[in-house]
């Protein structure tokens, strides 16, 4: 049974020149490139355009590696890089999936108290849609980051930390304050399209 190359195998490879290597690394990362790539971007051709640029950027940049961090680390923030570029080079707004972000809003940004908001306000995905995606578009590039990566990518701090070079403290703070800023675009929402009804504030966030 053949043995599979680890990365640094992988990587010394390439570097080296072996064609097989580099088609090793596309075949054990490609999908999860574009899966991410598509997260980000929510769409197929920018996401296949990422996949193509990043692994490109492999190919050319992989002497900049540096083997203290993990390669997979590594790509991950390549990807990431390249997707923001693409969103702001064809200046689109980015689409969030509201299946993958309703259940983490109701808990963590709203609250428990949303159920006199729930008639006026919820009757429609629609709305909440709309709404998510304005909260997730105002918020800084490197908050939005830390936002995807944890909340709807689902990474845990010490992973986001080594895809963004960042402490675990500095992720748990922009994290917090990335749920912070969504909290209020979306109590804001709230506030409006109820008519300024409401008298009292949501219910703190709850910070992982």
Known sequence: MTTRKTDTELVKGVMNGEESCFVELVEKY???????????????????????????????????????????????????????????????????????????????????????????????????????????????????????????DGLSNEAVGKVLQLSVPAVKSRLHRSRLMMRQELKEHYDACCNGSTDGELDPIHVV
């Not at 355009?49 to 390669?71: G, M, R, Y």
């Open 30 to 152: 490609g999908s999860k490139v574009f899966n991410l790539a598509m997260r980000i971007t929510r769409n197929q051709e920018d996401a296949e355009d990422v996949l193509q640029e990043v692994f490109i950027t492999v190919f050319k940049k992989l002497e900049s590696f540096q083997h203290k961090a993990q390669f997979s680390s590594w790509l991950y923030r390549v990807a990431m890089n390249s997707s923001f570029m693409k969103i702001r080079s064809r200046n689109r707004r980015r689409t969030v999936s509201i299946e993958d972000v309703e259940p983490t809003i109701k808990h963590n940004w709203v609250g428990t108290r949303t159920e006199m908001y729930d008639v006026d306000f919820m009757s429609s995905r629609h709305e909440l849609r709309a709404a998510i995606e304005a909260a997730v578009e105002k918020l800084p590039e490197d908050y939005r980051a830390i936002f995807i990566l944890r909340d709807i």
